[in-house]
């Protein structure tokens, strides 16, 4: 894939996105954490600390890596922009200096107890704005027949209440 | 066990996995039928449930306009059961929905020996009870389900006239004779600004409607065949059309007109999707269920018009109804339920290839239709009969948006497609 | 001989795979290395280097001159694969299956190659920060402590087996240990204190590196003499226990014992002491083998004995941190061994389901075959790697059907056990418990 849009990558550096990370199995299972780790680097992956070796998020990770398959990323600003990339685990680490350096950043954020059980590195696969207005158009086009009738785009104002 | 009761449902839920209970229960209803016990008719009788009996494809007299009247039944993950009650056809043991608690619960049968789930109805619209200013009830205009505003264009089918009606059809009668009520009783015609108001009136309920949908009577006068027909519905289109900026999600449920007649309609209204029901596909059947449309128009040239309608409206955009279940009535019918679901995917994977959607309901022997004492087949063969047809139709890459769940509710094979 | 299908159709990498869609590739090849082993050429060798993860020993005065060596490498989804071999000489210490894996570089990357294709990217692990560094007595930090798998500091207190002693060694061991450092043991071959200095001053150096460590193991050589059984063994541990809790400032101390099989006082003991695990490996479950393949154990003091002694340390370390290990493999070891894989697939299982049941963790780790054993001068060999994919996936069902992990020795403190390897998408939902509490609340 092309390297993630200019959109997705000022989403990623900004420290105020709420950047959210949701892995499924298809079976029932899912989970969505924050990821507040999650970062570009500097080859176009994306990587971020995962706390808990345990967690039930770490493993249906690992299940979708075993399957070849992909998680959700949503980021989310505080303006109201969204951005969704999906994204596929490629790789999981818990020593080396890509290691070290989130465990470090965790250190200077959290505190000496804090905890980092291993780093996931993903490869994006796809991007799409997911903000109401963006995500609007693309339904109506697509989706024509669930429009509401009284919408403004749909009636002149006179008949609407 | 018998069809459709609670222990069969359990049974079809292990067998088809893939289909959900909300679904199976749908169709449960619509074949054994449910009853209203007295606290839900009281319950029903409320304002903001009463749809009151008044239906545009149906006359009522005096003593049934006082009889409150539900809308669309409502499952918990809002699958609509449009479920008969006993005055449209004769059920053997119905499913009962009581009222308790403030809550409609479905029980099994009258015993209320099993609860099956909670339900609700769909609420009455803001414009019941308000009229035309030529003074008409707005609800003898046009009714509507969850999203789906409906409107009666013309209140009689001139095939009835000679006979050849729909075997299976009950429009415009009064659910006790087998014939059309007299105009006196139920006027035919229904003025097109009317319709405007009433469109009018439910745009200002927000929220309350995503798609217009529009039928008649069976209309054949003028040359082409049909053509008054069009030019009356080109007529209501245009009023309607006044409400709106442009093209609106609508559907028109009528014969298969030519590839002009089309045309004109998608140029002079806007009208989105047209929805020419073929019924049944085989042809021997098709000549014998649906002679009218036979005689007029001919199977055939149905099916081609069908197909040209795709040119003028877009793939996705034609639709078309098979009444499952009609294809085996007796003495003609196909004699298994094999041949049956053959022949409707056979249709099905026709239809889909040249971008037509093709949907199914549930076929009830209404009382004042010719086919009133036939027998539906067995509750699976609906079953096997919509999981086929999602498949053929996704295979084709067409989904069922304007008949789904929110607008039409009478076509379980698309509720199947709302995971999709 | 009785018929097997498993080795009838010996199914290599590809059909295995083929066979068992569901198991992680990754976890699959780890198997296939151990089996066929791995050579590293140069220059992923001068890579390794690069990366800090070569370790070249320093010479000792005296020893023969040390190869370099490699922790291991880890696959894509931090599955370490262990059995990388510098040069042939040092390959041809082990039996092996097959034609070897080599570990390359191709197109600038370090990849597993089977063949001439590389099947897989491999990373390496860059060595502790400590190995290098001296205590104050001089001792190299690396001879007093070594680094396992990533996470997990390795001890040996013990300079001696009895087993050995006795010549009744487990018939796969190739025993004596390789870390010795001058002045650290007596005569009897205990630690001696300037030793155990030692050992506290070198795991407090490694626990200076963050975000390395999370635990240790603690292992010896069998001593069942004393006052009580193992009584020897015990005072041994007690003593480095004790240091440690000195160290880590608590009264628990991170680590797990690997050791023989205590009586039930005798394993509270260091529990108290501030043991976290124990795991008296079993090794055998069929007793006619275990007999055959550990004389010292059936001697001191029986199968029986081993078995009750995990089971009564539940009690005083919690379940899930008390494991018992079989050498899968070395149970079909002719001419006393299970006649076929399937025989001794069920009897393995067998076993692990009765340890399961009452909340000892049960592990297994691929036979090695390795010159100094007497199964080595036997000339046994292991079973084909279809009987370890059914046996990790036999043990994964047993561990995730009781909500049994041991988190002490998982797949990043250990990693030798495939079944820990595929637990880890059961990890969330272990229940591991307390000293005292209930071993099978469920």
């Known amino acids: 894939m092309p390297p993630l849009s200019n959109q997705a990558s000022a989403l990623l550096a900004d420290p105020a996105t709420l950047k959210v990370v949701v892995a499924a199995d298809g079976a029932g299972g899912a989970r969505a954490e924050l990821r507040p780790s999650l970062r570009l680097q500097e080859d176009g992956t994306l990587a971020y600390a995962e706390p808990f070796e345990a967690s039930e998020a770490n493993s249906l990770m690992l299940a979708l890596h075993w399957a070849g398959k992909a998680a959700e990323i949503l980021l989310s600003a505080p303006d109201g922009r969204a951005w969704r990339i999906t994204a596929a685990p490629r790789r999981y680490l818990y020593t080396g200096p890509l290691f070290q350096s989130f465990y470090r950043e965790a250190r200077a954020e959290q505190g000496p107890n804090s905890q980092v059980g291993g780093v996931w590195v993903l490869e994006a696969l796809k991007e799409e704005d997911a903000g109401y207005e963006a995500r609007k158009r693309l339904e109506d086009e697509a989706r024509p027949f669930y429009r509401y009738l009284d919408r403004s785009d749909v009636t002149p104002k006179g008949a609407r209440a | 066990m018998s069809e459709g009761d609670l222990d069969h449902i359990e049974q079809l839920e292990a067998k088809y996995p893939d289909v959900p209970r909300f679904v199976l229960l749908k169709l449960a209803l619509r074949y054994r039928g449910v009853r209203l016990l007295a606290p839900a008719t009281l319950a029903i009788s409320d304002a903001d449930y009463n749809y009151g009996p008044v239906q545009v494809f149906r006359y009522h007299d005096e003593e049934a306009l006082k009889k409150a009247h539900p809308g669309p039944l409502l ?18 043991d119905p499913y009962v929905i009581d009222h308790e608690g403030g809550k409609f619960l479905l029980y099994s049968d009258a015993s209320k020996a099993r609860l099956v789930d909670e339900v609700d109805f769909t609420p009455r619209p803001a414009y019941y009870g308000k009229r035309t200013s030529s003074g008409k009830p707005m609800e003898s205009i046009a009714t509507a389900r969850a999203q789906r505003m409906i409107i009666c264009a013309y209140r009689h089918c001139h095939f009835w006239d000679t006979g050849e009606q729909c075997k299976y059809c009950a429009f415009f009668t009064d659910l006790n004779e087998t014939r059309q009520v007299s105009e006196k009783k139920f006027p035919k015609d229904v003025e097109a600004e009317d319709i405007y108001e009433t469109v009018r009136e439910i745009l200002k ?34 009023a309607i059309g006044r409400n709106f900026k442009g093209r609106f999600s609508s559907q028109l449920m009528a014969p298969a007109y030519s590839k002009a007649q089309y045309k004109k309609l998608y140029e002079r209204t806007g009208l989105t999707t047209v929805c020419p029901n073929i019924e049944v596909w085989d042809e021997r059947l098709f000549k014998w269920i649906c002679p009218g449309k036979e005689r007029f128009v001919g199977r055939a040239k149905w099916i081609q018009n069908t197909v040209d309608a795709v040119e003028v409206f877009g793939k996705g955009n034609v639709y078309t109804q098979v009444i499952g279940g009609v294809e085996l009535a007796k003495p003609h019918g196909f004699k298994t339920e094999d041949e049956a679901l053959a022949s409707n995917f056979e249709a099905c994977e026709f239809y889909s290839k040249h971008g037509v959607v093709f949907v199914s309901v549930v076929f009830g022997p209404a009382r004042s239709s010719v086919f009133h004492d036939q027998k539906r087949p067995s509750l699976e063969y609906f079953v096997r009969l919509i999981r086929g047809l999602r498949q053929i139709r996704e295979k084709h890459g067409l989904k069922a948006d304007n008949d789904d769940y929110k607008h039409c509710g009478n076509h379980a094979d698309a509720d199947l497609e709302r995971v999709d | ?52 993860a070569v370790y070249e020993p320093a010479p000792e005065e005296g020893a023969p001159p040390g190869k370099p060596s490699l922790r291991g490498a880890f696959f894509s989804d931090a599955t370490l694969f262990r059995d990388i071999e510098v040069d042939e000489q040092a390959f041809a210490r082990r039996i092996k299956q097959g034609s070897p894996y080599t570990l390359d570089l191709v197109e600038g990357k370090t990849w597993l190659v089977d063949g001439g294709v590389p099947v897989e990217q491999a990373f390496f692990s860059p060595l502790p920060s400590y190995y290098g560094k001296r205590t104050q007595r001089g001792t ?38 390789s870390f010795r450092s001058k002045g650290s043991f007596t005569k009897e071959g205990w630690l001696t204190q300037e030793g155990l200095d030692d050992i506290a001053e070198a795991v407090a150096m490694a626990l200076q590196e963050v975000g390395h460590f999370t635990c240790m193991r603690i292992q010896s050589g069998s001593d069942p003499h004393g006052e009580r059984p193992f009584e020897n063994e015990v005072a041994q541990y007690v003593r480095v226990l004790e240091t440690l809790q000195g160290v880590f400032g608590t009264p628990k101390v991170p680590a797990r014992l690997v050791a023989s099989a205590f009586p039930k006082d005798q394993s509270a003991r260091v529990a108290k002491a501030g043991a976290s695990g124990y795991e008296p490996h079993l090794e055998v479950w069929d007793p006619q083998a275990f007999e055959w393949v550990c004389p010292a154990k059936a001697r001191y003091f029986g199968r029986d004995y081993w078995i009750q002694s995990a089971v009564d340390a539940v009690e005083s370390f919690g379940r899930g941190n008390v494991c018992t290990q079989f050498v899968a493999g070395a149970e079909l070891a002719g001419p006393h061994g299970l006649p076929t894989p399937e025989a001794a697939l069920e009897s393995t299982l067998e076993g692990a389901e009765y340890f399961a049941q009452r909340g000892v963790v049960p592990v297994s780790i691929v036979l090695w075959v390795g010159r100094g054993s007497i199964f080595f001068r036997d000339k046994q060999t292991a079973p084909p790697l279809e009987y370890y994919v059914r046996l990790a996936q036999g043990f994964r069902d047993i561990r995730r059907r009781h909500c049994l992990a041991s988190d002490i020795n998982d797949y990043r403190s250990c990693a030798v056990h495939p079944e820990a390897d595929l637990g880890r998408l059961d990890a969330h939902r272990a229940v591991n418990g307390k000293p005292g509490e209930v071993p099978c609340p469920h």
């Open chain 2, 205 to 238: 309920e927000p929220g309350r409607v995503s798609e217009i949908y529009m039928t008649a009577g069976a209309d054949y006068e003028g040359e082409p065949a049909f053509e008054a027909e069009v030019d009356r519905y080109i007529n209501i289109l245009q």
């Open chain 3, 1 to 52: 001989m009785a018929e097997s299908a498993i080795l009838k159709d010996g199914l290599g990498f590809q059909q295995a795979a083929e066979k068992y869609p569901a198991f992680p590739r990754t976890v699959l090849r780890k198997l296939d290395t151990a089996l066929r082993g791995v050579l590293i050429s140069p220059a992923a060798l001068d890579r390794a280097r690069q990366e800090g």
């Open chain 3, 140 to 177: 190299l930090l690396e001879k007093v402590v070594g680094a396992g798998p990533a996470n997990c500091l390795n001890l040996n207190i013990l300079s001696y087996c009895n087993s050995w002693k006795e010549h009744l060694p487990c018939k796969y061991c190739d025993y004596p240990p």
């Open chain 2, 75 to 92: 499952f918990r993950d809002g699958t609509t059961g449009l479920v008969a009650f006993e005055d449209r056809e004769v059920f053997e």
